[in-house]
């Protein structure tokens, strides 16, 4: 199995590439920063992976020329059956109202950037008629909210982006998952008060990103039972939505 990560240092997609890594997986590493992709490099090789390499790379800032550099990214591996891409920002609503430029790079790396890479990436599994993509989106896409909703729209289009790919790889061979998780612990949401039976654990996560990239999709929430309460939200009528503050 050779699993390429973009966005290697996001905390869910370290925690599954340790699941990867205990298969004895090759995994490409690609981000920023390199000293933290060296030390998740060397941890990877001790829980068990083959090979569990690196590339720098910043990911959001690679205008046109992104097939090319997916390619070089695959031969760097010598192959690609998975492709996990993982990065993106949550940014501050608040202050995305006051400030279009902040509003448009929330919505810059985690739709147009990203979106660039699940192209690259599509055409390149397509060609090889195997394999699968998974693509990190958010439950935050389901349903515009005051809280999110500039986030929530690029992860919304990523949504439709990914299930687009799907369709297209039906009778071709590859998969195409977009996995929405709920509300996680990680860095990104520390700013949050994270108690409560609705949070879960980069791990958890990790173990339903490791699934749908064999099975399921092309929708996969996590964990599951955000489909149903997601499914409750999107029904809700208006007119008790906008009494909610959330």
């Known amino acids: 199995m050779r699993l390429i990560i973009l966005g290697a240092t996001s905390a869910i997609a370290e925690a599954t590439a340790r699941l990867y890594a205990a298969e004895g997986a090759d995994i ?24 569990a390499e690196i590339a720098i790379l910043d990911l959001a800032q690679t205008p046109g020329g992104v097939d090319e550099i997916f390619r070089n990214l695959v031969r760097q591996l010598g192959g690609a059956d998975h492709v996990l891409i993982a990065y993106g920002i949550l940014g501050e609503q608040a202050d995305a109202e006051r400030d279009l ?79 929405k998780p709920g509300p996680t612990i990680t860095p990104m949401t520390e700013q949050f008060d994270r108690k409560g039976l609705l949070w879960a654990s980069a791990s958890q ?41 959330i």
């Open 28 to 51: 490409l590493l690609v981000g920023r920063q390199t000293e933290r992709l060296s030390a998740t490099a060397a941890d990877l090789k001790m829980r068990g992976a083959h090979s």
């Open 101 to 179: 430029s902040i509003a448009e790079e929330i919505v810059r790396i985690n739709f147009n950037s990203a979106a660039a890479w699940c192209l690259a990436a599509a055409t390149f599994l397509e060609e090889q008629g195997r394999g699968s993509l998974i693509v990190l989106g958010s439950v935050a896409g389901d349903r515009g909210r005051r809280a999110n909703f500039v986030y929530g729209a690029a992860k919304a289009g990523l949504a439709a982006l990914v299930e687009g790919i799907s369709h297209r790889f039906a009778d071709r061979g590859p998969r195409a998952v977009i996995v």
């Open 205 to 245: 996560v990790a173990a339903v990103v490791r699934r749908a990239a064999d099975r399921g999709g092309p929708v996969v929430y996590a964990p599951w039972f955000w489909r149903y309460i997601m499914l409750i939200i999107r029904a809700m009528p208006a007119r008790v939505f906008n009494r909610m503050n």
